[in-house]
Structures are given as structure tokens and as C-alpha cells.
């Protein structure tokens, strides 16, 4: 009787055994996973750089406008004066000066 108890004990603690090596092999298993996953998305990242964010997608109507303005602006300057140096000039200004159109259109902070 107790070798058969010995043997169901072996038995039980092999079963125990095997199932904590399954256990760790399946948390490495994810963490090499959730660590690729990691690596891919912060490549793609990387690569995704020259594309917009959410912020753009937000103001996108509000960027149309700026650039809308802008040409109109540059466009009468052309029609105005019949000189590209005075278009370059106002083009000189308005990029100067895009800091603070920016924020005149696009800060939502003073609404």
C-alpha cells in the first residue's frame, strides 16, 4: 500500500512538476511575444514619423483654412503690386509670422 501511495505521490508531484514548467514556458513564451510586439510597433513608429497625428486630424479643417488664407494672401500681394518680390516679401512675413497665425487659428485653449 504505501509503495502504491509512494508511486501516486512521484506520480502527482511529476504531474505538479510538469505543469509549473508548462506554466513558466507559456509566461516566457508571451513575454518574448509581448516583446516583439513591442519592438515591431515601436519600428512602425519610427517609420510613421512623417504622418500626421490625431492632433492634425482634429484641425484639419482648421489647416485648410490657414493654407487657404495664406495663398489668398500671396495671391492678392501677386495682384496687387505684378511683383514677385513683393510676393516673396509677404511670403517672408507670413512665415515669420506663422507661429501666431498658428496659434491664432488652431489654439483652442483661449475657447
Known amino acids: 500500500m504505501s509503495k502504491a501511495r509512494a508511486a501516486a505521490r512521484a506520480e502527482r508531484q511529476a504531474a505538479a512538476a510538469s505543469r509549473v514548467a508548462a506554466a513558466q514556458a507559456r509566461t516566457e513564451r508571451e513575454a518574448a511575444e509581448r516583446a516583439r510586439r513591442e519592438r515591431r510597433e515601436l519600428t512602425w513608429r519610427r517609420v510613421r514619423l512623417w504622418q500626421h497625428g490625431p492632433a492634425f486630424r482634429r484641425h484639419k479643417e482648421a489647416w485648410a483654412a490657414l493654407a487657404t ?36 487659428f488652431l489654439d483652442r485653449s483661449r475657447k
Open 69 to 104: 488664407l495664406v495663398l489668398v494672401i500671396l495671391l492678392l500681394s501677386y495682384l496687387f503690386t505684378s511683383s514677385l518680390g513683393a510676393v516673396l516679401f509677404v511670403a517672408l512675413v507670413l512665415l515669420i509670422a506663422s507661429p501666431a497665425l498658428v496659434m491664432l
